[in-house]
């Protein structure tokens, strides 16, 4: 079992940045692909950014690539987005979320077994 508490979200101008953060319990938090997705008001859910337990391997939604960057640092068992040149279309909750199976696909929401209870990113035009 996996706990996740994200913190970090706000209110920022366009153009601004933020580092959203998502801190796990548990001991195994290096076997845990970690993902960021987002969802805004009458929209789905939406894959944002996903690291696997390691670190070594990201992949990014287009929309987000080359603007956000995800991490993590599992001796503090915490994954990061650092958001960077926030456009108004960014504004949603974001929420972080983990899955521990070999099989499981990155991008898709279903796939992740737990879910933090999100934090709202406001970006003001």
């Known amino acids: 079992q996996v706990q996740l508490v994200e913190s970090g979200g706000g209110l920022v101008q366009a153009g601004g940045s933020l580092r959203l953060s998502c801190a796990a319990s548990?001991?195994?938090?290096?076997?845990?692909?970690m993902g960021w997705f987002r969802q805004a008001p009458g929209k789905e859910r939406e894959f944002v950014a996903s690291?696997?337990?390691?670190?070594?391997?990201?992949h990014y939604a287009d929309s987000v690539k080359g603007r956000f960057t995800i991490s993590r640092d599992n001796a503090k068992n915490t994954v990061y987005l650092q958001m960077n040149s926030l456009k108004f279309e960014d504004t949603a909750v974001y929420y972080c979320?983990?899955?521990?199976?070999?099989?499981?696909?990155?991008?898709?929401?279903?796939?992740?077994?737990?879910w933090g209870q999100g934090t709202q990113v406001t970006v003001s035009s």
């Open positions: 979320a983990a899955y521990q199976r070999l099989s499981g696909t990155y991008y898709n929401p279903k796939d992740y077994d737990y």
């Open positions: 548990g001991r195994t938090f290096s076997s845990y692909r």
């Open positions: 690291i696997s337990g390691r670190g070594g391997s990201t």
